[in-house]
């Protein structure tokens, strides 16, 4: 993969920059940017390089960096709820299973009902399946999605 994407920088980084705006920014920085020099010249701008949890994350790189309690043990309570905020409005199920299995105190009725708003109803499955108790508030907000 490392030469054939070698290969399209140098003859085609138009391409290869259109591939790239097709993918949340946090994908091309774990997953395109990483695999050679020439794409990570290439895939160089800010908007390469930010990483937002509030968009889908690649699971390998979020379970590395938030994949163990210890990585909790500094945030207060309303960071961890914050996080879990920003990991449901992602709508990424895998990622919010991980902050819940790792931080379970931080889930409140505010992050259901965004969530609920942004019509991630799996986030909610999987968050009432460990827990979390779904209030009229979300429930309101997830049949007005539809």
């Given at each position: ?5 070698s290969?399209?920088t ?21 997953g ?17 390089k ?5 968009q889908?994350?690649p699971a390998?790189?979020f379970?590395?960096?938030?994949g ?9 309570l ?8 920003l990991v449901?409005?992602s ?14 105190d931080?889930?409140?009725t505010?992050?259901?009902?965004s ?25 309101d907000?997830?049949?007005g999605?539809?």
């Amino acid at each position: 993969m490392e030469a054939s994407l070698s290969l399209l920088t140098t003859n085609c980084p138009e391409l290869l920059e259109d591939i790239a705006s097709f993918l949340p920014a946090s994908h091309i920085a774990f997953g395109l940017r990483p695999v050679c020099k020439d794409t990570a010249g290439l895939l160089n701008a800010p908007e390469y390089k930010a990483v937002r949890l509030s968009q889908s994350c690649p699971a390998f790189a979020f379970q590395a960096r938030w994949g163990c309690k210890s990585a909790y043990a500094q945030l207060k309570l309303s960071q961890r709820q914050e996080l879990l905020a920003l990991v449901a409005a992602s709508g990424d199920v895998e990622n919010m299973d991980c902050v819940m299995a790792h931080a379970p105190d931080c889930w409140s009725t505010a992050t259901l009902t965004s969530t609920a708003r942004a019509g991630h109803r799996d986030v909610l499955r999987s968050m009432a399946a460990k827990g979390a108790v779904i209030d009229a508030h979300a429930l309101d907000a997830a049949a007005g999605t539809g």
